[in-house]
């Protein structure tokens, strides 16, 4: 795997592999990688010749200080786990590379930076869409993967993508669950044992909130999750909403063929997690 600090050396190099009609593939994180990640590598693996992978932990996309401070950062495990992965390329750069001057620009998202995790984390997509245009436009993939556990950041990137005229193709892939059904994030790795045995409980309430929702309806299931967070002192929940796959419009009612997702946001102790669930 080619690792690189700066984005002029990928584009050197990218730039041989497309003169030999490579198509690139290219997966964003913010390292301290695990499954789901891997996951993201291997789907762009199945499709493209090259695979990238970025590491950056974006600081612009944070909201509160005291979660970019302690966001977790594992680099020569990452390395290790892409090389096993079969990556073609790593970018790690410094924040100078990525923001060599303050980027000012304010993107307009509309009605999707409003709710859910637009609400409660101002500015937050504001942020991931500077550094993903930043990347986008650096490595001009083909292809970009990500992962629809974060389902509103996906549509968010989508929207940037048209916005911009950006071409390259954006793709959603599924979310990698642990075994207890917790799903992958690299914030699992700051709970303490105590605090994952908690965690578990999230998509327990999920899967439970989505049968409530399609056998008796919408408000019974957000009252569900309510009245099970409030009983685990260490829980406190910031959002669920069900909501209309295609707009994220909230929906108080399920409709005959209404394509609908449920969606949370909850901390354990100070970790804030979140996770989504299909009502099919
Ligand atoms: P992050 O490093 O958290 O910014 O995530 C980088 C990419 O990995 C994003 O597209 C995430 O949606 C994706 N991702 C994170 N967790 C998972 C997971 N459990 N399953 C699938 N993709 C994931």
Redesign the pocket.
């Known amino acids: 795997m080619q690792v690189f600090q700066l984005i002029s050396e990928v584009k050197t190099y990218l730039s041989l592999q497309k003169q030999q009609h490579k198509t690139i593939g290219f997966v964003?994180?913010?390292?301290a990688l695990h499954q789901?990640?891997i996951?993201?590598i291997n789907e762009s693996k199945k499709v493209c010749d090259i695979t990238v992978c970025s590491i950056f932990v974006n600081p612009t996309q944070f909201n509160n200080a005291n979660d970019l401070t302690r966001y977790p950062r594992t680099p020569e495990v990452d390395i290790q786990l892409l090389e096993q992965a079969g990556c073609d390329v790593l970018y790690m750069p410094d924040v100078k590379d990525v923001y060599p001057t303050t980027d000012t620009r304010q993107f307009n998202f509309g009605y999707l930076d409003t709710i859910l995790e637009a609400e409660h984390r101002p500015g937050h997509y504001n942020g991931v869409g500077q550094v993903v245009s930043i990347l986008l436009t650096g490595i001009e993939p083909n292809k970009a993967f990500?992962?629809s556990?974060?389902y509103q950041?996906v549509m968010i990137v989508k929207a940037l993508v048209k916005q911009l005229k950006l071409p390259v193709e954006i793709i959603s892939?599924?979310?990698?669950?642990e075994d207890d059904g917790l799903?992958?994030?690299?914030r699992n790795m700051l709970l303490t044992p105590e605090e994952r045995k908690i965690a578990k409980l999230v998509p327990i309430m999920m899967e439970e909130a989505r049968d409530i929702a399609k056998q008796i309806g919408v408000s019974a299931a957000k009252s569900y999750i309510h009245n099970e967070v409030v009983k685990v002192p260490i829980m406190k929940l910031d959002y669920y909403e069900v909501c209309d796959t295609e707009t994220l419009e909230p929906l108080t009612a399920l409709k005959p063929n209404q394509q609908a997702i449920s969606l949370i946001a909850v901390f354990v102790g100070n970790i804030r997690l979140i996770d989504n669930w299909m009502i099919d």
Do not use: E, W
């Open positions: 964003p994180t913010m390292g789901g990640h996951s993201l990500f992962g556990k974060d950041q892939c599924p979310i990698l669950r799903a992958m994030s690299s």
